[in-house]
């Protein structure tokens, strides 16, 4: 369960999804559910495949701002712009667009 109102973990078989939101560019409460994330894992003796590990960021602001990556127990988080979620591709920004 998460521990902060804005993220959510999702489960599914052996792969786990971190859905965070971030506001007024504060990513306090996203990286430290990341951080609660991988100190379980290893107090459990899971560990975390960083092959497998991304970081896809959203959003709907019309200005992009940069986001850094991080690292987990020393690996970088790889930063992507699609991954695939349940069978389910999911592309940012989106390759569809509309014009009125």
């Known amino acids: 369960m998460a521990k ?3 993220n959510s ?3 599914f078989a052996d792969d786990m ?3 965070g939101r971030i506001s007024n560019n504060d990513e306090s409460q996203y990286r430290r559910e990341i951080e609660n994330l991988a100190a ?13 590990t991304k ?3 959203t959003g709907f602001r019309k200005r992009s701002v940069a986001h850094t990556s991080f ?9 992507v712009d699609s991954l695939k979620f349940l069978d389910v591709h999911i ?8 014009t009125l």
């Open 4 to 6: 902060f109102g804005f």
């Open 9 to 11: 973990i999702y489960k």
């Open 17 to 19: 999804t971190v859905v």
């Open 40 to 52: 379980w894992s290893n107090d459990n003796n899971l560990s975390l495949n960083f092959n497998k």
């Open 55 to 57: 970081e896809l960021v």
């Open 71 to 79: 690292c987990i127990n020393g690996a970088e988080v790889e930063m």
């Open 91 to 98: 592309i940012y920004p989106s390759p569809c667009t509309s």
